[in-house]
């Protein structure tokens, strides 16, 4: 059974350090506000999310991944110094987007449900088209392109990827960075020197991301994606975003 509220809190607590390591204005008090449009977009304090999209994000817990029979996170302060290398070297820190990718039967209907939520929101709900033939539903106001967003990805059972079990579901932190994906690449192996592995997202057939797997509790998988210098995101938002 998922604990819910360890994983809010390890999510809490990397959002309050990046927010303090790149004055990202995202604490007020005990929470760590997100807003898009000047709307609140999401809440997050150490035990619970609150959003218009709460019903939607409440999915992500439903069905952990086969890895909960043990709980493993990255040391803070190994995450506090990869992120303070890669804060030193960026050309600009922006939260780009928080994630949430979770198994349904159908991602066909997921995707009426979370247009409905959105429809009952003051929102927008916008897609995107995926490298992959899946869905990357984006929910938030792109008037304001440095706002962030919410990221929605429903992945069907039937995959057929025997692997999906332990990568799914998973919660991921989008950061901007500026820099080249070689630079990330070395930042984060001179600090986590081999204790995790470090991946690459391709789209167009350049690197995009560069994905740290942060760890998993309680059977949730949480992610630190940091964007290269080859994403743009005001372009993102004006034209490859479409508005649903």
């Known amino acids: 059974m998922v604990n819910k509220e360890i994983v809010i809190s390890k999510l809490y607590n990397s959002l309050s350090l990046l927010d303090s390591l790149a004055k990202l204005n995202l604490k007020i008090g005990n929470k760590c506000i997100l807003y898009s449009g000047e709307k609140e977009l999401l809440a997050i304090s150490r035990k619970n999310i609150q959003s218009p999209f709460s019903e939607i994000i409440k999915k992500v817990f439903e069905k952990p991944s086969s890895l909960i029979d043990e709980d493993e996170f990255l040391d803070n302060n190994l995450l506090s110094n990869l992120l303070k290398k890669i804060i030193k070297k960026a050309i600009a820190v922006r939260l ?46 792109t008037k304001e392109w440095r706002d962030p967003l919410l990221e929605f990805l429903p992945i069907e059972n039937d995959l057929g990827d025997k692997g999906i079990d332990y990568l799914l579901p998973h919660i991921h ?72």
């Open 173 to 244: 932190i989008d950061i901007e960075t500026g820099l080249y994906y070689e630079e990330i690449i070395k930042i984060s192996n001179s600090i986590l020197k081999e204790l995790r592995s470090i991946n690459t997202t391709r789209e167009n057939g350049f690197v995009t991301r560069i994905r740290i797997w942060l760890g998993v509790i309680s059977g949730i998988n949480i992610y630190l994606d940091l964007a290269t210098s080859i994403n743009n995101t005001r372009y993102m938002r004006k034209v490859m975003l479409k508005k649903i």
């Open 96 to 141: 780009n987007h928080l994630g949430f990718c979770y198994r349904v039967q159908s991602a066909i209907q997921e995707r009426q449900s979370i247009i409905s939520t959105t429809a009952k929101s003051h929102f927008y709900l916008y897609d995107m088209t995926s490298c992959d033939n899946s869905l990357w539903l984006f929910a938030g106001n």
